[in-house]
């Protein structure tokens, strides 16, 4: 394919350079990037890429720039499965090559091809104050529930360790709270969204119908057991609790700190503390319980 003239390591560096270019083939050879490991001009391409009896050398080019846009599409519909079925295909497709053009992927693996997807989804919509941006806001919510979860699923988990019982932690005196830390396992991670979309989620992952839910503030925590990924509701005090634990807060601060609504019922409050921490102990969120020397 190559014509002598060049080195082999440096077409290579080149034809990378224009095959990955987001504006196409013809814009990726003017790029600083392609020029700067071969300098030249569109109409100089033969220098460097020989046409076939079929195609000439910028439509050779075209075939590989094609097929790795493809894949690239290929990844973000795997990783984001539940947004295509609520998109559909081609509608899914056209806000992935704008993503595309505007974060071009930058790493030599795939795995961190849609980490901005949620954010690219959020900066594209209107600003206007005339435009409802519910179906848009509700999509945003849906995308960033994905990408955590195939986060999740994909880093670290703590399949085979022990983990911190319910007992363990009930064990605790009050009066030692301020001296201990809850170490989480290292799949866990809170987070807030605008619409209930794990219920969305759910249903489309079982092949139900769905109905986008209204807004709502919603936090869940996700996770891992078993190399199954978990989303849990969480009341606004338990997501605001759990978040202060997982960074590395001592579990008397964590409470203390708590945002209480001055009439609040503190004996309800003890209730429900011991509430959240069976659950996350029965849903396995801690390793153990650490005391500060």
């Known amino acids: 394919m190559q014509k002598p003239g060049h080195d082999l390591t440096?077409?290579?560096?080149?034809?990378?350079?224009?095959?990955?270019?987001?504006?196409?083939?013809?814009?990726?050879?003017?790029?600083?990037?392609?020029?700067?490991?071969?300098?030249?001009?569109?109409?100089?391409?033969?220098?460097?890429?020989?046409?076939?009896?079929?195609?000439?050398?910028?439509?050779?080019?075209?075939?590989?720039?094609?097929?790795?846009?493809?894949?690239?599409?290929?990844?973000?519909?795997?990783?984001?499965?539940?947004?295509?079925?609520?998109?559909?295909?081609?509608?899914?497709?056209?806000?992935?090559?704008?993503?595309?053009?505007?974060?071009?992927?930058?790493?030599?693996?795939?795995d961190h091809l849609g980490a901005r997807f949620p954010q690219y989804l959020a900066e594209t919509r209107p600003v206007d104050d005339e435009t409802d941006t519910s179906w848009l806001d509700f999509l945003v919510d849906l995308a960033r529930l994905e990408w955590n979860i195939a986060e999740v699923f994909d880093g670290p988990g703590a399949e085979g360790a022990t983990l911190l019982g319910k007992d363990q932690i009930l064990a605790i005196p009050p009066e030692r709270w301020d001296q201990v830390r809850l170490v989480p396992v290292p799949c866990l991670r809170v987070i807030r969204l605008d619409f209930p979309v794990h219920d969305f989620y759910r249903a489309l992952r079982n092949e139900q119908e769905a109905v986008p839910p209204d807004r709502a503030e919603t936090f869940l925590a996700i996770t891992r057991r078993n190399y199954v990924v978990r989303h849990i509701p969480l009341s606004p005090g338990e997501a605001e609790l759990l978040a202060a634990l997982l960074a590395g807060t001592v579990v008397g601060n964590a409470i203390a700190g708590l945002k209480l609504p001055s009439d609040a019922d503190l004996d309800a409050f003890a209730i429900d503390l011991r509430t959240w921490f069976h659950t996350w102990s029965a849903e396995g969120f801690f390793l153990r319980a650490k005391l500060d020397a």
């Open 10 to 110: 440096q077409i290579q560096r080149w034809m990378q350079s224009v095959i990955m270019h987001p504006g196409g083939v013809l814009p990726g050879i003017q790029s600083d990037e392609a020029q700067a490991h071969i300098k030249m001009q569109s109409a100089e391409i033969e220098s460097v890429i020989a046409p076939s009896l079929q195609q000439n050398s910028v439509e050779r080019l075209e075939i590989y720039a094609r097929a790795y846009y493809a894949r690239l599409l290929e990844c973000l519909r795997a990783e984001f499965p539940i947004t295509v079925k609520a998109l559909g295909d081609e509608l899914f497709d056209q806000f992935a090559v704008s993503f595309l053009e505007r974060y071009p992927s930058q790493s030599y693996t795939l």
